[in-house]
């Protein structure tokens, strides 16, 4: 079974960091794009960001130059860097994927089950 492990969530003040990691693990055969959304209580899911197998990213435009995203490709792991966090930026994050699995020819969309991310002022 394909899945996506999510860890480094927590409680954290106004100005701290956190890093978060998301492993995909099972009969992987390819992995695409990765990256990591958030859904804040009574809001709609957003993308934070996303990194390509080639190493290109993309960010949610207010968040540049405090998070960063990166990938261990061998590993099939990303991580998300959050630094100088907000109130704002509490929510659950969620790790995504697009994976080919092990004996097939098609992209599936893969979500971790979310992290909570608590920021205090």
């Known amino acids: 079974q394909v899945q996506l492990l999510e860890s480094g969530g927590g409680l954290v003040q106004a100005g701290g960091s956190l890093r978060l990691s998301c492993a995909a693990s099972g009969r992987i055969s390819r992995i695409n794009d990765m990256g990591w959304f958030r859904q804040a209580p009574g809001k709609q899911r957003e993308l934070v960001a996303r990194?390509?197998?080639?190493?290109?990213?993309n960010y949610l435009d207010s968040l540049k130059g405090r998070f960063t995203i990166s990938r261990d490709v061998a590993q099939k792991t990303v991580y998300l860097q959050m630094n100088t966090l907000k109130p704002e930026d509490t929510a659950v994050y969620y790790c995504?994927?697009?994976?080919?699995?092990?004996?097939?020819?098609?992209?599936?969309?893969?979500w971790g089950q979310g992290t909570q991310v608590t920021v205090s002022s």
């Open positions: 990194i390509t197998s080639g190493g290109s990213t």
């Open positions: 995504n994927a697009q994976i080919i699995r092990a004996g097939s020819v098609y992209w599936n969309e893969y």
